[in-house]
């Protein structure tokens, strides 16, 4: 069973910088696929980041790339994600995820991912 915990998070005013943090413990087999998501109420999980840590690969959503950055220390089991000049859409809940599979074109998807950690919010305001 793998555990994911988060931290950081928080307020900040527009354009301003956060970074999120997600640790995982635990075991999990073949992991490929680490990812961010955002959810606003009434709304589903949108896929943000994704890094992929045999490939190296990583993706962004449109919408964060060239703000936003991912990115995975190995040796302490933690992924990253900076986000930079933020605007006030990118207010939400953020969770990460670990998924066993190959990044690819499947890292959008909240249902292909198997451990979720408990969310931090982030409101960004004008």
């Known amino acids: 069973q793998v555990q994911l915990v988060q931290s950081g998070g928080g307020s900040v005013q527009a354009g301003g910088s956060l970074r999120l943090s997600c640790s995982q413990s635990?075991?999990?087999?073949?992991?490929?696929?680490m990812a961010w998501f955002r959810q606003v109420p009434g709304k589903e999980r949108e896929g943000v980041a994704a890094?992929?840590?045999?490939?190296?690969?990583?993706y962004y959503a449109d919408s964060v790339k060239g703000r936003f950055t991912i990115s995975q220390d190995f040796d302490r089991n933690t992924i990253y994600l900076q986000l930079n000049s933020l605007k006030p859409e990118d207010s939400g809940m953020y969770f990460c995820?670990?998924?066993?599979?190959?990044?690819?074109?499947?890292?959008?998807?909240?249902?292909?991912?198997?451990?979720w950690g408990q969310g931090t919010q982030v409101t960004v305001s004008s």
């Open positions: 995820a670990a998924g066993q599979f190959i990044c690819g074109g499947l890292w959008r998807s909240a249902s292909n991912y198997a451990s």
């Open positions: 890094i992929s840590p045999q490939a190296r690969s990583v």
């Open positions: 635990g075991w999990m087999e073949n992991r490929n696929c």
